[in-house]
C-alpha cells in the first residue's frame, strides 16, 4: 500500500487556478522529487500536504488513513489537525530556525512541548527530557552538527543552519519528509553538505518529498520525479527516465533550459 | 485564546462605558448636609496656606483650619483635609471629591457664581510686593504701572491687574509670584496681605521682598457644593462661635483677628 | 531644615515611584492585549480598539488625568471617594495611556516577526499559544526593548503631571515648602530624584539589551 496518496487536489487563490487535479502516490521508503519552475504550483502543493494551505478539492490519505477530504467542510480542531500535521515534516528553503534558542534547543523544542500531553510527562519528566536530549544530540550527529550543539543561528553557515533544520524536522518522526527547495537560499559552494544529508536520508529509506531545482540530485537520489507546470501535473515516473528521457514536449523544453542555464 | 481575548475586552469597555455613561438619578434635590453626615465625614479642600491652613507636626492647623474642625465636630462628622490645585477646587467640589473649600478664599464674583458661599468671615486686601531695595519708588498703584507682575492664575489678584490694565503674568500660585519677583523673572507681584504677612519681610525666606500698595480690599469666605444647604448651617455656626467669643478667640491664636468680620 | 526637606521629598518620591511601578505593572500586559485587539480578524474589535488607541495617543495625558478623575464624579457617580482614590484615578489614566503608547510598540514588533517563525512552529505541531510564547515571545522582547525603554523612561517624568490632580509624588512635595517656608530650592532638588532614577534604568536597558543580544534576529 502506498505510503502517501494524493487524489484530485485543487487549489485556487482567488481567480487564479495553482493547482490542478493533482493526483499521485508515493510507496514507503522511496522519494519523489517535484520539479518545475517557480509558480508552477509546486510548492503549493507542498504547503498543502503540510497543511499551511487548505485545498478546494481532493483527498490526502496516509498510511490508508484518510487525512483530508476538502468536500468535508466540517472544520478540524485544532488539535485534529496538530496530530495530522505531525505525519509531515518540513524543511523550509529559508531555513526559519528560531534564532533565540541554540541548535539543540531548536531540536528538542517540539518534542518537549509535546511531551507535556504525555499522561506520564510529570511522573517521568526526567527520564523523558533525558531521551530527547539524547535524540537530539543523535539527530545533530547524524547530520554532521555534534560539535555545534550550543551556537545559536546565526554563529552557524546557511548550510549549517538547514542541516540544523532536518534534524528539527526529523525529531518528530514524520511519516513523511518534504524539503521546499532547501538549498536555494544558500551560496553554491554550500549546497553539497546539505544535498549529502538528504542523500543519506533517502539511503536510510526515508519516504521524502523534495521540491528542487538541482536536476542532477533529483536524478541520482529520487526514486520518482513529478514534472510540474501551470498548476497540473505534465509528467511523473521514475528518476531517471524522466530526467534523461522526457516523454512529454514540455518537460523537454524545461529540462533544456535547465541545462542550458547551468 | 483570540476569541477570550476579545471577549475580555468587550467587557472591559462595556463596564467602563456604563461607568461613564450611566448618570445617577439627579441628587440636586437631596440635602448635601445628608450627604455629608451620612458618609460621616466633612472632606475640606485646601492648600497649604498660611496661617489660615498650613501643617505643623503633621497636623493641619491655622484659622481656617481649626474653624472647619470645630465645624465637623458640630456637625457629628469627621474633618478631613485633602489639598488641591487651587485653579480645578470648583471641578473637586462638583466631582465630590470634596465638601468645601475653606482656605482663604476671596469671595469673587466667579466664586460666589459657582459655588453656595458662605457669609464672609475675614477681611483681606490684594497687595503690590516688591524687592525691598526699591519698595520706595512704587509707594502707589500709579507708580507700578510700567512693571511687570506675577500673580496666581485665577486669583484676585489677577483680576486686580487686569482691571488695572497692567502687564502680567499668571502663574500656578502666589507663591510662585513671590519666587518670580525674588529671582527678578517679574518685576512685582499681588498677594493676598494675610499671606503677604507670614510669608515676606524680616525672618522669612523673602527677607529681600516688601509689600507696598493695597489694591482691592476684599473678604474671605467658604465655598460649598452649588445648593448645598451647608452654606447655611456654616452661617448658623460662625452665629454663634462669633456671639460665644470662640471665634475671636480662634482668630488670635493665628493673628487674624484684625481682620475678622462680625457675625 | 535639609533633613525635614529630605523626609518630605523621599515620602513624595515613594509616590512618584509607586505610581510608576503600578502603571507598568498595570499597562506592560494591558498593552498585549490591546495589541491583539487591534490585530484581530474581527474587524469591529480591531477598529474599536484602534479608535481607543488613537483616542489615548492622541490627546493630551493631562486632560485624560482631569476627565478621568473629574468626570464620574461630575456625572454624580464619583468612584475615587476612598482615601487613595487620587493615586487610583492617576494610575488609570497612566495605565490606559502607555497601555495604548506600548500596544502600537507590541504590534509593530509582532509584525516584524517573519511569517516563517509561525510556519516552523505549525509544521512542528506546536499550538498558536506555544508558537507565540515559545517562538515569538523572546524575538518580540529583543525587539521592542529599545522603543519600550525610551516610553518607560519618559513615564518616569510624566508621572509629575498628577500633582494636577493633587497627587502629592515628589514636585508637589517640592513645591509645598515654597508655599509654606517660601522655600524655592526644594522644588529644583527634586530634578536630582529624576536623573538619579532615570539614570538607574537607563543602565538596566543598557544591560537588558546586551544580555538580550546573545543571539540575533
Given amino acids: 500500500m502506498a505510503m502517501l496518496e494524493v487524489s484530485h487536489m485543487e487549489k485556487r487563490f482567488g481567480n487564479t487556478e495553482v493547482l490542478k487535479d493533482i493526483s499521485f502516490s508515493l510507496e514507503k521508503g522511496q522519494s519523489l522529487a517535484i520539479i518545475g519552475s517557480s509558480g508552477s504550483g509546486k510548492t503549493t502543493l507542498l ?197 534523461e528521457h522526457p516523454v512529454q514536449e514540455r518537460t523537454r523544453r524545461f529540462l533544456s533550459r535547465y541545462q542550458g542555464q547551468s | 485564546m483570540k476569541k477570550f481575548v476579545a471577549l475580555l475586552l468587550a467587557v472591559v469597555m462595556v463596564a467602563g462605558m456604563t461607568a461613564c455613561g450611566a448618570k445617577k438619578a439627579a441628587s440636586a434635590s437631596d440635602s448635601d448636609m445628608a450627604y455629608v453626615k451620612e458618609k460621616g465625614k466633612l472632606v475640606v479642600g485646601i492648600t497649604d496656606f498660611a496661617p489660615m491652613d498650613y501643617q505643623e507636626n503633621g497636623q ?177 455656626f460662625f452665629a454663634a462661635a462669633y456671639a460665644d467669643g470662640s471665634m475671636a478667640a480662634c482668630a488670635k491664636t493665628y493673628g487674624v483677628q484684625d481682620a475678622l468680620i462680625a457675625q | 531644615m535639609f533633613q525635614t526637606v529630605l523626609n518630605a521629598l523621599n515620602q513624595g518620591f515613594l509616590l512618584t515611584l509607586a505610581l510608576f511601578l503600578v502603571t507598568l505593572a498595570g499597562a506592560l500586559p494591558l498593552g498585549l492585549l490591546v495589541s491583539f485587539g487591534s490585530m484581530s480578524r474581527f474587524r469591529p474589535l480591531r477598529y474599536v480598539m484602534r479608535t481607543i488607541v488613537w483616542i489615548f495617543r492622541g490627546s493630551p495625558l493631562l486632560l485624560q488625568l482631569f476627565i478621568i478623575f473629574y468626570v464620574p464624579g461630575e456625572l454624580d457617580h464619583n468612584i475615587w471617594a476612598f482615601s487613595s482614590g487620587r493615586f487610583w484615578a492617576a494610575a488609570t489614566a497612566f495605565i490606559l495611556n502607555y497601555a495604548c503608547y506600548f500596544s502600537e510598540i507590541y504590534r509593530g514588533g509582532i509584525e516584524s516577526i517573519p511569517r516563517g ?9 506546536m499550538t498558536k499559544q506555544q508558537i507565540f510564547f515559545k517562538v515569538k515571545f523572546m524575538q518580540l522582547v529583543r525587539r521592542i526593548v529599545p522603543p519600550i525603554s525610551n516610553e518607560i523612561i519618559t513615564l518616569v517624568k510624566d508621572t509629575s503631571l498628577a500633582n494636577s490632580i493633587a497627587l502629592a509624588e515628589v514636585i508637589w512635595a517640592g513645591k509645598k515648602f515654597m508655599k509654606s517656608d517660601g522655600l524655592v530650592w526644594p522644588l529644583f532638588f527634586t ?27
Avoid at chain 1, 528553503?93 to 531548536?106: D, H, I
Avoid at chain 1, 546565526?154 to 514524520?174: K, M, N, Y
Wanted: overall charge negative.
Fill in chain 1, 47 to 243: 504547503r498543502s500536504l503540510n497543511f499551511l494551505e487548505t485545498p478546494d478539492a481532493g483527498t490526502i490519505t496516509v498510511d490508508g488513513q484518510l487525512l483530508l477530504d476538502a468536500a468535508v467542510r466540517t472544520k478540524a480542531s485544532d488539535k485534529e489537525i496538530r496530530k495530522k500535521r505531525l505525519r509531515f515534516g518540513l524543511v523550509f528553503q529559508n531555513f526559519n530556525l528560531f534564532p533565540q534558542y541554540t541548535a539543540l534547543e531548536n531540536v528538542m523544542l517540539a518534542s518537549q512541548l509535546l511531551a507535556k500531553e504525555r499522561p506520564d510527562y510529570r511522573q517521568n519528566r526526567r527520564e523523558i527530557l533525558e531521551q530527547i536530549r539524547t535524540r537530539g544530540v543523535e539527530l545533530l550527529t547524524q547530520v554532521g552538527l555534534q560539535d555545534r550543539l550550543d551556537n545559536y543561528p546565526h554563529q552557524l553557515s546557511g548550510g549549517q543552519q538547514q542541516r540544523v533544520a532536518i534534524a528539527r524536522a526529523l525529531a518528530l518522526d514524520p511519516d513523511i519528509l518534504c524539503f521546499d527547495e532547501p538549498t536555494s537560499a544558500l551560496d553554491p559552494e554550500l549546497t553539497g553538505e546539505v544535498l549529502k544529508v538528504i542523500r543519506s536520508l533517502a539511503e536510510r529509506n526515508m519516504t521524502m518529498i523534495i521540491v528542487t531545482h538541482e536536476m542532477a540530485f533529483a536524478r541520482d537520489v529520487a526514486d520518482q520525479i513529478i514534472f510540474m507546470d501551470g498548476g497540473v501535473i505534465v509528467e511523473q515516473g521514475p528518476a531517471r527516465q524522466v530526467i
Fill in chain 3, 117 to 125: 517563525q509561525d510556519e516552523a512552529g505549525l509544521v512542528l505541531g
Fill in chain 2, 60 to 236: 493641619w492647623v491655622g484659622f481656617d483650619a481649626d474653624m472647619a474642625k470645630a465645624f465637623a465636630e458640630s456637625l457629628g462628622v469627621e474633618c478631613q483635609f485633602v489639598e488641591i490645585n487651587w485653579d480645578t477646587k470648583a471641578m473637586e467640589l462638583d466631582s465630590k471629591n470634596i465638601d468645601c473649600v475653606w482656605n482663604g478664599m476671596t469671595l469673587t464674583n466667579e466664586v460666589t457664581s459657582s459655588m453656595a458661599c458662605s457669609n464672609a468671615y475675614c477681611n483681606n486686601a490684594q497687595v503690590i510686593v516688591v524687592p525691598a531695595d526699591v519698595a520706595g519708588q512704587y509707594a502707589d498703584a500709579e507708580s507700578c504701572k510700567d512693571l511687570t507682575f506675577a500673580v496666581e492664575a485665577g486669583s484676585a489678584g489677577e483680576a486686580a491687574v487686569a482691571e488695572l490694565g497692567y502687564n502680567y503674568i499668571s502663574v500656578a500660585d502666589q507663591a510662585s509670584a513671590l519666587m518670580e519677583v525674588s529671582s527678578g523673572t517679574s518685576d512685582a507681584a499681588v498677594i493676598d496681605l494675610l499671606m503677604a504677612g507670614a510669608m515676606i519681610g524680616e525672618g522669612t525666606s523673602y527677607a529681600n521682598l516688601t509689600h507696598t500698595a493695597e489694591l482691592t480690599a476684599e473678604e474671605y469666605g467658604v465655598g460649598f457644593r452649588k445648593g448645598s444647604d451647608l452654606a447655611a448651617a456654616l452661617n448658623e
Fill in chain 3, 191 to 217: 530634578i536630582l530624584y529624576y536623573l538619579a532614577f532615570t539614570g538607574l534604568l537607563t543602565l538596566f536597558f543598557g544591560w537588558l539589551e546586551k544580555k538580550l543580544s546573545y543571539y540575533s534576529v
